[in-house]
């Protein structure tokens, strides 16, 4: 057990401090009640405090943040009922369907329907659109998710294409 | 704005939104991860008590009879519960959290997760029901042979005790090939990568 005030005591403040409204925001994007979202944060700041006994910094801190935080939703959504896993969409389906325009001015409505929106692609998709929500750059989605560069870029290029669809009219005033 | 163009609003619209501002000290952290693993000790525990009335069962059945068959049907049960929970202390132990969580990437993480799933479901009949299935049948017969007057009932009763683990099995089998057809698709993201 790490004594009080330890490099992993140290650090969990630090991210704690700098990333604790965004991994409220990412808890929100997995979970959609709220008494199993606080569960799930408080399960997301464990594993990160857990995490940094480990952390090497073979990575920055915010790639290792992301992708503890990611990890951690991720087994959360796989612990849920196989129907709603089933649900789910890739970027690719969401973006073939119907233009789903909607002239929305109110702020709070077009938050809700982001949420809905993210709360119903698959992890994967999931974590890009979430990374780039937070203003993550191309590259180091690639390092939190594990995909390639290339790979990234085209899932970029069409969650822009479906937001611009979804969100544009709302985006007039 | 062109569908192409980034959409900066949007973002906007994420970034602002209101969260509540849900603080945790580290010790509070230490408590609750305490917590988290007495959940994780006691669950275990159910499981062997569980196992342990079964069994105790068993052998109260084994010592109160005189017949051989019926005491070889007992002891295959019992020997079958203790093989099962070794298995399940095994395998099935729920996992702490890992402290290499931030190393793997998501992608890694994910499939990591999926085969840990199907590997579990593929196995289930060698660890879990299979071990049991000796003794089940041996206590049928043993029952069968040591009360005539019921064997219609009996057979009955074990035939919808059959069914019901033919489902278990194609069940198993489905949500085996659901699993393998998302790992194969995170698979081909990897090596596409």
């Given at each position: 057990?790490?004594?009080?005030?330890?490099?992993?005591?140290r650090?969990?403040?630090?991210?704690?401090?700098?990333?604790?409204?965004?991994?409220?925001?990412?808890?929100?994007?997995?979970?959609?009640?709220?008494?199993?979202?606080?569960?799930?944060?408080?399960?997301?700041?464990?594993?990160?405090?857990?995490?940094?006994?480990?952390?090497?910094?073979?990575?920055?801190?915010?790639?290792?943040?992301?992708?503890?935080?990611?990890?951690?939703?991720?087994?959360?959504?796989?612990?849920?009922?196989?129907?709603?896993?089933q649900?789910?969409?890739?970027?690719?389906?969401?973006?073939?369907?119907p233009?789903?325009?909607?002239?929305d001015?109110?702020?709070r409505?077009?938050?809700?329907?982001?949420?809905a929106l993210?709360?119903?692609?698959?992890?994967?998709?999931?974590?890009?659109?979430?990374?780039?929500?937070?203003?993550?750059?191309?590259?180091?989605?690639?390092?939190?998710?594990?995909?390639?560069?290339?790979n990234?870029?085209?899932?970029?290029?069409?969650?822009?294409?479906i937001?611009a669809?979804?969100?544009?009219?709302?985006?007039?005033? | 704005?062109?569908?192409?163009?980034p959409?900066?609003?949007?973002?906007?619209?994420?970034?602002?939104q209101?969260?509540?501002?849900?603080?945790?000290?580290?010790?509070?952290?230490?408590?609750?991860?305490?917590?988290?693993?007495?959940?994780?000790m006691?669950?275990?525990?159910?499981?062997?008590?569980?196992g342990?009335i079964?069994?105790?069962?068993?052998?109260?059945?084994?010592?109160?009879?005189?017949?051989?068959?019926?005491?070889?049907?007992?002891?295959?049960?019992?020997?079958?519960?203790?093989?099962?929970?070794?298995?399940l202390?095994?395998?099935?132990?729920?996992r702490s959290?890992?402290a290499?969580?931030?190393?793997?990437?998501s992608?890694?993480?994910?499939?990591?997760?999926?085969?840990?799933?199907?590997?579990?479901?593929?196995?289930?009949?060698?660890?879990?029901?299979?071990?049991?299935?000796?003794?089940?049948?041996?206590?049928?017969?043993?029952?069968?042979?040591?009360?005539?007057?019921?064997?219609?009932?009996?057979?009955?009763?074990?035939s919808?005790?059959?069914?019901?683990?033919i489902l278990?099995?194609?069940?198993?089998?489905?949500?085996?090939?659901?699993?393998?057809?998302?790992?194969?698709?995170?698979?081909?993201?990897?090596?596409?990568?």
């Amino acid at each position: 057990m790490p004594t009080e005030g330890s490099d992993q005591d140290r650090i969990y403040r630090q991210a704690a401090q700098i990333y604790g409204a965004a991994l409220e925001r990412l808890a929100r994007a997995y979970e959609a009640d709220a008494e199993a979202r606080r569960d799930l944060l408080q399960e997301i700041h464990i594993g990160l405090w857990r995490s940094f006994e480990g952390f090497d910094q073979r990575c920055s801190l915010r790639t290792w943040i992301y992708r503890v935080a990611h990890n951690v939703s991720t087994s959360h959504v796989l612990r849920q009922r196989r129907a709603r896993l089933q649900n789910m969409v890739g970027l690719e389906e969401l973006e073939n369907l119907p233009d789903a325009r909607v002239n929305d001015t109110d702020q709070r409505h077009s938050l809700k329907r982001l949420v809905a929106l993210v709360q119903q692609l698959k992890p994967l998709d999931r974590q890009v659109i979430l990374s780039y929500l937070e203003g993550l750059d191309a590259a180091s989605i690639a390092e939190i998710t594990g995909l390639s560069a290339g790979n990234v870029a085209t899932k970029i290029h069409r969650i822009k294409n479906i937001l611009a669809k979804r969100f544009h009219a709302g985006e007039q005033k | 704005m062109t569908p192409e163009s980034p959409n900066p609003n949007v973002t906007e619209i994420w970034q602002r939104q209101p969260v509540e501002g849900i603080k945790m000290s580290v010790e509070e952290i230490r408590k609750r991860s305490a917590k988290f693993e007495k959940r994780i000790m006691w669950r275990n525990v159910r499981e062997y008590v569980a196992g342990t009335i079964a069994a105790g069962l068993f052998a109260s059945f084994l010592v109160k009879s005189h017949d051989l068959f019926f005491q070889l049907a007992c002891s295959l049960i019992i020997a079958g519960l203790a093989y099962m929970a070794y298995q399940l202390h095994r395998r099935t132990s729920p996992r702490s959290i890992p402290a290499e969580l931030g190393a793997a990437n998501s992608l890694q993480f994910h499939r990591a997760e999926l085969e840990r799933q199907m590997d579990f479901l593929k196995h289930i009949w060698r660890w879990y029901l299979g071990p049991l299935i000796p003794g089940l049948v041996a206590f049928s017969l043993a029952t069968m042979t040591g009360d005539h007057h019921h064997v219609l009932r009996i057979v009955l009763v074990n035939s919808f005790f059959a069914v019901c683990l033919i489902l278990v099995w194609r069940l198993n089998a489905y949500e085996v090939r659901c699993l393998k057809r998302r790992i194969d698709e995170l698979h081909a993201v990897e090596t596409g990568s």
